[in-house]
């Protein structure tokens, strides 16, 4: 069973704190996503990776970070929690091989900062 | 990526088809409609995808218009369980770099009632 995992389901942070979320995937994907959701505005991308070490920014990049050190394990870092980064993140996964076109998603992680 | 527009919510009665829609005027010639949907508190989870053909799998149908500026997603007998957010994407089936992006935007909601 392919599986997309999320470290965390439920996250409380200070404001000004470092918070890493974690994904790890386990279907040899090139490609991983992170996203947020919000009420109202769907699920916007913050950035994503095409390969280890491959980076590019999405619709709403700006206080966030990302490392792909590793095939399979995509970070998203907050490298300064404000009450605004609260939100639902999603990661996702996708292989670019011929043939196989679905993105599998994590449950998400729900992020407070208080 | 190709912008989609769909309508922010529909209600469907359990047991009959549900039609969502979903315009896609600017799609170039590479470029497949997929479908995805979200179920409350749970990742998005790929339903469908086509170029100009109609698609037809286990989960719903697909019916792509001759222009291939819009498209509709049928569930055929639509039950409760149904009730989530519905996705429609547009972009090109294979390639990688920036080629990989996936964007969502803001879905429809289908409530499905007894």
């Known amino acids: 069973d392919v599986k997309v995992t999320q470290s965390s389901r439920y996250l409380v942070k200070r404001t000004g704190e470092k918070v890493f979320l974690e994904c790890v995937q386990d279907?040899?994907?090139?490609?991983m996503f992170w996203y947020r959701q919000d009420p109202g505005l769907g699920l916007r991308l913050i950035y994503f990776s095409y390969d280890v070490k491959m980076k590019e920014k999405g619709d709403i990049p700006e206080g966030y970070s990302v490392s792909r050190e590793k095939k399979e394990r995509f970070s998203l870092i907050l490298e300064s929690a404000s009450t605004n980064q609260t939100s639902m993140y999603l990661c996702?996964?996708?292989?670019?091989?011929?043939?196989?076109?679905?993105?599998?998603f994590g449950q998400g992680t729900r992020l407070t900062v208080v | 990526d190709a912008k989609t527009t769909q309508p922010t919510s529909m209600d469907c009665a359990e047991g009959r088809a549900a039609n969502l829609p979903c315009n896609h005027s600017t799609i170039s010639g590479n470029e497949y409609v997929y479908w995805y949907r979200q179920i409350h508190s749970q990742g998005p989870q790929y339903i469908i995808h086509?170029?100009?053909n109609n698609e037809t799998n286990e989960m719903a149908s697909l019916i792509i218009t001759e222009d291939r500026k819009s498209s509709t997603l049928i569930l055929p007998h639509a039950t409760l369980r149904d009730t989530a957010v519905y996705y429609c994407i547009v972009r090109s089936l294979f390639g990688g770099g920036t080629a990989s992006k996936l964007t969502f935007g803001t879905g429809t909601r289908l409530q499905v009632t007894l």
């Open positions: 996702a996964s996708r292989t670019r091989r011929r043939g196989n076109t679905e993105a599998f």
């Open positions: 086509g170029l100009k």
């Open positions: 279907m040899d994907h090139e490609n």
